[in-house]
């Protein structure tokens, strides 16, 4: 177990440094002088001398992998450096808004598990019947609706013509009110992938031998399903959720940004409409590693709960 | 609606409707009844009506026109997107399977590192740190989704190779190119068709989700992100100029969807008992 664990760990740094590194070339390729940012005030744009002493005296003039070598030890001890137009540290501003981001994640999560999973099932059972052909049109347009359309649609039908939700913010830091709305808007598009993996590994497990083996012995359909062939199904679960976690994330830039909601996705946006450029580079690399780090814990988990893997990756 | 068990249909179907998205992009000056960037203040935010089937936006101008006219530059994105990250995917993910070694090691990693990054995330961060505009979006998009076909190729490589019929071309004096397009890409071809499908319909939704933020299509020009973005301070007053577009995303993307799942029943079968996601 720890082997393996450390095994996943070494092939991860790798892929680390060169994560680190497209990164810093899309922050070293933007547009614009940073010294000149940092040093413009309200009296107007900076005087050049002191711009090129700045210049020197941060080391802007270095070649480009000695800034690359400078940042990469800050960042490997947690310094992100600072905001261009707050002046806020990086790191804690990226933490901060990844607080109501895991917030709304972990209720969306819960929203469209208890979507797919039934969903899902039923399908599989019910193969091509009503309900099967409903999970199927569902799931296709789970990934064809834009989120933000989907979003708009919630809002105009509920805040505003029903008048029940609020249409958009973070209210009494966070509150269950506000959250429905971007909750239902990412748990829905979530749900819409999933159920259909949870459908097609259901599918699986009640072909294996061992459901005919249970239907031979009289077992009522309801404990074969339930009993025998969820068990197993419900191993590829683990994936789903951080295959979900994946589909909020991504569906969070622009559904937060919608809703006022202020976690990552929204500082992100705001971000780049600022050119906070030091603050881009930050929320860049804390999702990367967030998500490599998930993609670890969906192994560690499946192959603790799967005894088969451990043959495979034990070669 | 079950592809499954008519994908015969499916396919019909699908194709249609992709038919009936190509047709208004390539006729989009006859269909539309105005220019869609002329503006007439006097006429901003109409209902719908027989002059105007859609209304008119925030600045007088045809919704009908400009959602028209918005499939071409939606379908433009789409496959410039599909083509260049494909062909990037293909050379390098070809490359990497075919080589094995260290070559085969350092793309795959370069590979794993862009799959770490959340996709939109990666995109809006290549336009932020570059700035927004077509040429930037396309490049986006391009990073975001080149990874997935150099998998398909390397896979599809990998298990093509030792097979006898390349090492009959090898013996035959044939080179390292030659076999790659004539004998290694043939037999990729079909999963890449089903991919280059799907990813029209993820590259217009990703464009219209960065356009949508104000960083991808830069307004007058008719983009269906950008006209919903345009639309969010008259949400309460003209909730239809928000609706419009969003239905004619979810269409086209819909439809290239049903297309890829069809194309890919139809050349596996099987794959509609295994894992389809």
């Known amino acids: 177990m720890l082997a393996f664990i450390l095994k996943r760990i070494i092939l991860l740094l790798p892929v680390l440094l060169l994560v680190s590194i497209i990164s810093f070339t899309l922050f070293y390729l933007s547009p614009g002088d940073p010294a000149e940012i940092l040093l413009t005030g309200p009296q107007g744009p900076p005087d050049p001398a002191a711009v090129q002493e700045f210049r020197e005296r941060a080391g802007f003039n270095d070649p480009a992998y000695v800034q690359y070598l400078r940042w990469l030890t800050k960042a490997c001890h947690g310094d992100l450096g600072y905001s261009y137009t707050s002046g806020e540290r990086v790191s804690d501003a990226v933490l901060d808004s990844f607080v ?41 347009l789970g990934i064809s609706v834009p989120g933000f359309w989907l979003a708009y649609l919630l809002i105009i039908l509920l805040a505003l013509q029903l008048d029940v939700l609020p249409v958009a913010g973070y209210g009494q830091n966070g509150d269950l009110q506000h959250m429905i709305l971007p909750a239902v808007t990412l748990g829905a598009s979530a749900a819409a992938v999933t159920s259909r993996m949870m459908r097609s590994s259901m599918l699986e497990a009640l072909q294996q031998d061992y459901i005919t083996a249970a239907r031979a012995r009289g077992l009522s359909e309801r404990s074969v399903v339930l009993r025998h062939a969820l068990r197993n199904a419900l191993l590829p679960v683990i994936t789903v959720i951080g295959l979900n976690f994946t589909y909020l994330l991504n569906g969070s830039a622009v559904v937060e940004t919608v809703f006022a909601w202020p976690g990552i996705g929204n500082l992100m946006t705001y971000s780049i409409y600022d050119r906070d450029y030091p603050m881009i580079l930050g929320c860049m690399l804390f999702l990367a590693m967030l998500f490599l780090a998930l993609n670890l814990m969906v192994d560690i988990c499946y192959y603790y709960i799967n005894p088969r893997t451990r043959h495979e990756s034990g070669d | 609606m079950n592809l499954g068990t008519n ?56 919704i009908f026109s400009r959602i028209v006219f918005g499939m071409r530059v939606s379908l433009f994105i789409g496959l410039a997107v599909v083509l260049l990250s494909a062909m990037m ?189």
């Open chain 2, 89 to 277: 995917g293909i050379i390098l993910g070809g490359a990497a399977g075919y080589f094995g070694g260290v070559l085969d090691e350092a793309i795959m990693r370069v590979v794993d590192a862009f799959l770490a990054f959340p996709s939109i995330f990666l995109a809006l961060a290549v336009i932020g740190f570059l700035g927004s505009g077509l040429t930037n979006l396309l490049f986006s998009l391009i990073l975001v989704e080149w990874t997935g076909y150099a998998r398909l190729m390397r896979s599809g490589v990998l298990a093509l190779r030792g097979k006898e019929f390349l090492e009959a071309a090898t013996g035959l004096g044939a080179s390292n190119l030659y076999i790659m397009r004539r004998h290694i890409l043939p037999n990729v071809l079909p999963s890449l068709l089903v991919m280059a499908t799907l990813g029209m319909g993820n590259a217009i939704l990703g464009a219209a989700s960065l356009s949508f933020l104000g960083l991808g299509i830069q307004p007058p020009t008719p983009e269906w992100g950008a006209m919903m973005n345009d639309a969010r301070p008259f949400i309460r007053a003209f909730p239809l100029m928000m609706i419009f577009p969003g239905i004619a995303i979810t269409v086209s993307v819909l439809a290239f969807n049903l297309l890829g799942e069809a194309i890919r029943i139809r050349l596996d079968p099987r794959s509609e008992m295994r894992n389809e996601s």
């Open chain 1, 100 to 140: 109501p981001t895991l917030k709304l994640s972990l209720i969306s999560l819960i929203i469209s598990l208890l979507i797919s999973i039934p969903l899902g099932i039923l399908s599989a059972v019910r193969k091509g019947s009503l309900i099967d052909g409903l999970g199927m049109v569902l799931a296709l």
């Open chain 2, 7 to 62: 994908s015969e249909f499916g396919t019909r179907l699908a194709a249609l409707v992709v038919l009936g998205l190509v047709l208004p992009a390539l006729l989009a000056g006859q269909i539309a009844p105005h220019d869609p960037e002329k503006a007439r203040p006097e006429l901003r935010l109409k209902s719908p009506c027989l002059d105007y089937p859609l209304g008119t936006d925030q600045l007088g101008r045809c």
